[in-house]
């Protein structure tokens, strides 16, 4: 009777295993007084790859005088997602560059067709279509008089 040994699990630490030469990005900062610091040029590199639409000293720059101007909000600790929300936000816009005739659109114009109006007379909103149905229903005395002179039509026919 031969017991195999069995190696022992595993103990799961409070750490993941770090893979070799994996290193936390530097920090990114910005104060007041200096601007932005810890901007790599990988950094640079990746937001350019990213956001092709956005100039990034542009764009920097702009978030520099939007900080200054909101001094509540530079409470931040992770500069580097708010760098990246920043230049999404901008790219999504259509770029630092972009043309007058490129911004997005308002709303679609509504086709005069499905305008709905409130009809007082009628107590609810309708188009002009539903409203002319509902008036040449009502002139002649509704859905149930339309019925009713089909079922005498169906009758007289039958005899």
């Given amino acids: 009777n031969t017991e195999e040994e069995i190696p022992a699990a595993p ?12 290193r936390a990005k530097p920090a990114v900062s910005w104060s007041a007084d200096d601007g932005w610091h810890g901007i790599t040029d990988a950094d640079r590199s990746e937001w350019g790859t990213a956001f092709p639409g956005a100039a990034l000293d542009q764009e920097l720059a702009k978030a520099t005088a939007w900080l200054r101007a909101n001094p509540k909000r530079c409470g931040k600790r992770n500069w580097r997602r708010f ?5 999404q936000r901008c790219q999504d ?63 007289e026919a039958r005899t």
């Avoid at 103990?11 to 994996?22: D, E, F, L, M, W």
């Avoid at 760098?83 to 230049?87: D, K, Q």
């Avoid at 679609?108 to 409203?131: I, K």
């Fill in 11 to 22: 103990v799961p630490t409070s750490k993941p295993p770090s893979a070799s030469g994996s």
């Fill in 93 to 155: 816009k259509g770029g630092t560059h972009r043309e007058p005739g490129n911004r997005p659109a308002g709303p679609p114009p509504v086709d005069s067709a499905r305008r709905r109006f409130y009809r007082s007379d009628a107590g609810r909103n309708m188009t002009d279509a539903e409203y002319a149905v509902w008036q040449r229903d009502r002139n002649s005395g509704g859905t149930t008089a339309a019925l009713a002179t089909a079922l005498r039509l169906k009758e």
């Fill in 83 to 87: 760098l990246v929300g920043w230049l």
